[in-house]
């Protein structure tokens, strides 16, 4: 006879696992391939196809346990869960009673304190009056503002304002350095042709990623310096740092209480590489990798916002990112001591996507009523707003500047993207993506050859200036995120709890 190695018991249905040679129930080793994927004996990665099935014989009907053969067992046995019963509806009146006393308590609490806060205001009134009666009689004219609450300042760096010489400093030398070369560059040598693109096919494909629940992941972040890890955040409020060439979780950064809305890397010669984070908690997190143990330790939380963060750019100096967010306001943050440099006064409408132009200096922010603000990150003026013409209200959830700094690639209708052209501040062109398309994410690449379009029925990949579709990946369902990979020889998609990746075929 067999025991399942997970619950003991004989099983219904046994099944055999190749990695360990252990018997398990089928139903069990099922559920928790989903929920982890690995062998829960050996914690080596198992698939349903590991598993072998067991013909074993005779095939009889599994015996009753003992204590269900007889009508005395039986009864025993309704008495027992009887018994069971009333205990548990006698916790939960214990419980139900603890709660109205903890209830009752509370609204006492919160009645005194209001009647604390009236006596105390009552007591300021009456002092101020006493106060200016004494000044009229001695004939000292009262103080302007002297009734009046004093404002209290943010205690985590500026709020508003210029941003400090230094930074602008290094932004316009970058912008300086960046447009010199990059307006004239051409696509590197062996970049990967628009002919190449059409011949792109699925090459592979890394499952069960973050937590089954909640499931999915809602950013991608692909490193520069080695281009087999990748980061991802997730519904599960985790942020993991996988190597695809080792197939294996580097690291699980947690520290949010929400979903994690945005991931990037920050990776610059001489220093640390620090892994940045963004979520729905209204906080941003970031670690830095410790070459000493290869982790990734905690190095600062930002709790600058009042709302969710929809934005995490890091800018093209490597000296400071951007958030933005759903209060309406955005800020820039130094990564050498983590402090906050600017803060954006709030505006009309929410920020709900964030993108840097490739010089650095100028940014673009999103809004749920259809209308782009670009604003100069040194002064953090709008230099102008862009909204398509005729169009109805809608989120604008994504923005890509093009690498020569000329476009913005941007949604004009949830289910259409807009090509604006910065030199004229009008559409160049737009795309018709189809009635049931939702889109997620727009992406240049890097040669500015290329515009990828993630959403809800796939991925599809248009040539710029021709605007000819070239590929479309339908079978990857809805995509949350896309990333174009080293010379655009691939593209990575997150779609549910999955990876994947397309390519040139083998």
Known sequence: MFFCSISGEPPQDPVISTKSGQVYERRLILKYITDNGTDPLTGEKLEESDLLTIKANPKTAPPRPAAATSTPALLHMLQNEWDALVLEVFALKQQYNSTRQELSYALYAQDAASRVIARLIRERDAAREALANVQATMGIA???????????????????????????????????????????RKAPAGYTSTAEVKTF?????????????PAGMTSLAVSRLNPSQFLTGGNDKIVQLYDRSTDKVLASLKGHTKKVNQVAFREHEGESTLVLSAGADKIAKIWAHDSASSEYIPKATIRTHKGELTGLVVHPTNS??????????????????????????????????????????????????????????????????????????????????????????APDSPSSVAIWDLRKMKTAHTIPLGEGFKVNKVLYDYSAQYLGVAGSEGIRVFAHKSWDELVRFEEAGDVSDIVFGEQGKEIWATSGREVRIWGLPA
């Open 142 to 184: 009262p103080a302007s503002g002297a009734a009046e609450d004093v404002e209290m300042a943010e205690e985590n760096g500026a709020q508003e304002g210029a941003l400090p010489k230094e930074i602008v400093d290094q932004i316009d030398e970058t912008q300086q350095n960046l447009s010199a070369t990059r307006k004239k």
């Open 201 to 213: 096919v699925a090459t592979h494909t890394i499952p069960s990623l973050h937590l089954a629940s």
């Open 320 to 409: 400071i990112f951007a958030l933005s967010s759903l209060d309406k306001t955005y800020s820039l943050h130094e990564l050498s001591n983590f402090t906050q440099v600017y803060r954006s006064a709030p505006g009309e409408d929410a920020f709900t996507s964030l993108a840097i132009h490739p010089d650095g200096a100028l940014l673009a922010l999103g809004t749920p009523s259809s209308k782009i603000q670009i604003c100069d990150v040194r002064s953090g003026n709008i230099a102008a707003s862009i909204m398509p013409p005729d169009a109805s209200p809608f989120t604008v959830n994504s923005l890509s500047f093009s690498e020569n700094g000329y476009h913005l690639l």
